[in-house]
C-alpha cells in the first residue's frame, strides 16, 4: 500500500493497479495527483501477486477478497471512491457495493480483450451503482464503453497505456469535485 495523504481530507481515492503494471503507472500518477489537489487522500494498492513479486494476476475472486480484506478498512471516516487502471478498475466494481463506494474512477476499463468483443465485461461496468467516471484512450483496442445514467466517459488521446499523467489528471479532476462536493455536503 502506497499512501498519499492530504491534511485534513475531504474524502479518499483507492487505485488498484492493471494486470501488467504497477502503482507508478503514469494515469495512476495523474489521478492521484488530481485527488489530492482537490483535497483527497490517496491510496495506491498493489495487488498480492505484486508483492510476492509474480508477474502474473491471482483469478478474479482472489483479487476481490484482497481489495475488499484492506480498502473499507483505510479510511473508515471518509467517503470512498473506489478505483484503477484496467484489471484494477474492473475489481473496483465488482467490489464497489461491499467496499461501500460512494464512486467508482476507472482508467482504462477493459470492456474486452483485444479482438475478442464478443467476451464482453461490460456487466461488471454496468453494475455500479454509484457516480462512475471512465477515461479512455480513444484507440484503445480493449473497446469503448458506452455512457449511461450513473456513468460518463471521457475519451482521450491515445490507446490503453494512458500515458500522459497531465491529460489523466485534467480528465478526472472536475468529476472528482463534482462527486465529493455531492458526497461531504449531503
Known sequence: MHLREVEAPRAALVLGHGAGGGVE?????????AANAAGLSVA??????????????????????????????????????????????????RTAAQSGAVAVLCLAFPIHPPGGPEKTRLPELDAVEVPTLVVQGENDPFGMPPEAPN???????????????ATVAEAVSGWLETVVSAVTTA
Open 44 to 93: 495506491l494498492f498493489e495487488q498480492p501477486y505484486r508483492v510476492a513479486g509474480r508477474r502474473s494476476p491471482s483469478p478474479a475472486r482472489q483479487l476481490d477478497e484482497a481489495w475488499l480484506a484492506v480498502v473499507p478498512q483505510l479510511f473508515p471516516n471518509l467517503p470512498l471512491i473506489a478505483g484503477g487502471r484496467s484489471a484494477g478498475a474492473r475489481v473496483a466494481c
Open 151 to 165: 456513468r460518463k466517459v471521457v475519451r482521450v488521446p491515445g490507446t490503453h497505456s494512458l500515458r500522459s499523467s
Open 25 to 33: 503507472s503514469p494515469d495512476l500518477v495523474g489521478a492521484t495527483n
